[in-house]
Nanobody, 122 residues
Framework: QVQLVESGGGLVQAGGSLRLSCVAS????????MDWFRQAPGKEREFVAA????????YYADSVKGRFIISRDNAKSTVYLQMNSLKLEDTAVYYC???????????????WGQGTQITVSS
């Protein structure tokens, strides 16, 4: 089992920045590629960003490319999502997820966090 705990959510004005963190425990963190997903009210959960086990490969949804940066620190068992130039449409619950192996952008990860709310205001 892998336990994932997100933090860093909150309320931010449009154009602002936030950094999410997700701490993993329970298994070897470096064995998992890591993802961020989000779910806005009334919408399905969607993929946001992914990072390989070593951090050498990343992948982003078109909607966040150039604004969000995913990174990881394997020594701290933590994955981050730096969110810049936030827009109203970025408002959602953000989830981190872990997928065993090195395939990134897995749409059905093995483990999920509980989510953290991001609200972008005008």
């Amino acid at each position: 089992q892998v336990q994932l705990v997100e933090s860093g959510g909150g309320l931010v004005q449009a154009g602002g920045s936030l950094r999410l963190s997700c701490v993993a425990s329970g298994r070897t963190f470096s064995s998992y590629s890591m993802d961020w997903f989000r779910q806005a009210p009334g919408k399905e959960r969607e993929f946001v960003a992914a990072i390989s086990r070593s951090g050498g490969r990343t992948y982003y949804a078109d909607s966040v490319k150039g604004r969000f940066i995913i990174s990881r620190d394997n020594a701290k068992s933590t994955v981050y999502l730096q969110m810049n130039s936030l827009k109203l449409e970025d408002t959602a619950v953000y989830y981190c997820a872990a997928a065993f192996g090195d395939t990134i952008a897995v749409l059905t990860p093995d483990y999920w966090g509980q989510g953290t709310q991001i609200t972008v205001s005008s």
